[in-house]
């Protein structure tokens, strides 16, 4: 995807050369003196539709493509594009094709506020998906919020995200039901009630969640015996894990992202700790065994779909991911699948595709047949769906449980 746009810079740039140069030498043969203006326009290249009328319908996409959360960003991705294919095959939107503009995040904020920005006054997409990190999506919705865009973040959980305004949606749950999720497993089925919590200081959606599930631990008669936090990319986690081996808990709930929670399962079993790991949706990626192995076997964390559920939605999807990718789609790129094809809903039904038109019919979608499950957007711009929790086996991810939303 870089490379796509690296390559069209530079094909905008060597015109631009091409032009001055051209200009330089009719200035010569003329005998004039001075080079040509800088103001003259370099021949446009750029083909993003107008929001109304004719021509392809340009949608953005940020995401984490690189990076320790890259995953994340590839497998939403994956997701979103098998979606768009199909939307395009069916005839569009009244014959007009969608194209999707993507940019990477390297899972970096200031970089989520940037290539938002660009997305929005530079290619002049009619909305935009993304991110999945709750911190990401905060400083890109910010930006959406701002131009008057719509934004339907896939997977970002923290709460804080749609509350930047009427511009910004999501098709998840959102942490205060996860984190009932996990406590009422840990306490109803797991039967723990003595738990660690070790979470990333440094992420929105890891603070947020780590304080839902205490909240909904506690309420259930559990207890958190230590809290301790670290900062996404950390190597060493042996002061924490220490501490928290010295409170001896019968389970650790740490609701980071992927890459961080192998290296902390590999270094806590190598601390002698065999309390169960416990953890939320941030933990989906088939890197999370990669790096994790043994140390992760036998955990459990919600999330927001499982491959192996029987519902038509999830197997039809399952059967069509895997005929064009090679592999088991992931949470993510189920999201990015729903997301997507809400959209598409939202602009057939919309009069037009400005902003507002586009956001209000967003805003109306009731009982939508997502693959993650039946999408409403409530008052808040969120959606009520139910969660699962899933067990590391084997290296895979199996279904353990579905634990639906609290009335
Ligand atoms: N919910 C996480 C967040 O808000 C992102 C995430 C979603 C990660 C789904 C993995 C799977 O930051």
Not at 141 to 159: D, E, H, K, L
Not at 174 to 202: C, H, M, W
Request: with cysteine.
């Amino acid at each position: 995807m870089r490379d796509t746009t690296r390559r069209q810079t530079l094909s905008a740039l060597s015109t631009l050369a091409l032009t001055v140069l051209a200009l330089v030498g009719c200035d010569k043969m003329r005998g004039g003196g001075s080079a040509a203006p800088a103001s003259q326009p370099a021949s446009t290249t750029a083909a993003s539709a107008a929001p109304t009328g004719t021509g392809n319908i340009l949608i953005g996409e940020y995401g984490s493509m690189t990076g320790s959360e890259a995953t994340f960003g590839q497998s939403t991705h994956n997701g979103i594009m098998l979606a768009v294919e199909e939307f395009n095959a069916a005839g569009g939107l009244a014959g007009r094709q969608v194209e999707l503009k993507s940019y990477d995040t390297q899972g970096k904020s200031q970089e989520a506020g940037t290539v938002v920005t660009r997305l929005i006054t530079e290619d002049k997409v009619v909305a935009v998906l993304g991110e999945v990190a709750s911190s990401l999506s905060l400083a890109g919705g910010r930006v959406a919020q701002q131009f008057g865009v719509p934004m339907i973040s896939p997977s970002s959980t923290n709460p804080q995200v749609t509350q930047i305004g009427d511009m910004v949606f999501r098709v998840c749950f959102i942490d205060p039901y996860q984190g009932y999720v996990v406590a009422k497993f840990t306490s109803e089925n797991l039967k723990r009630t003595r738990v660690a919590v070790l979470y990333d200081q440094g992420q929105a959606y890891s603070k947020g969640l780590k304080d839902d599930f205490r909240k909904a631990f506690e309420a259930l008669g559990g207890q958190i015996v230590t809290e301790q936090a670290y900062t996404g990319g950390d190597q060493d986690f042996s002061a924490q894990l220490g501490n928290i081996k010295a409170a001896s808990p019968e389970a650790i709930f740490v609701p980071g992202y992927y890459t961080d929670v192998g290296n902390i399962a590999l270094q806590a079993r190598k601390l002698g700790i065999t309390a169960t790991l416990l953890g939320g949706d941030g933990w989906d990626s088939p890197k999370l065994t990669e790096i994790g192995g043994a140390a992760i076997e036998d955990s459990y964390f919600s999330n927001h779909y499982s491959h192996e559920e029987q519902r038509p939605e999830v197997q039809s999807f399952v059967q069509k991911f895997q005929a064009k990718y090679g592999v088991v789609p992931d949470g993510l790129a189920a999201m990015g699948y729903d997301a997507a094809r809400l959209l598409f809903d939202a602009m057939k039904r919309s009069p037009s595709l400005g902003g507002k038109d586009l956001a209000a019919a967003i805003a109306q979608t009731k009982a939508f047949a997502g693959v993650t499950g039946a999408i409403t957007i409530d008052a808040e711009r969120n959606a009520r769906k139910p969660a699962v929790v899933l067990q590391v086996k084997g290296g895979k991810y199996a279904f353990a449980a579905s634990i639906q939303p609290q009335q």
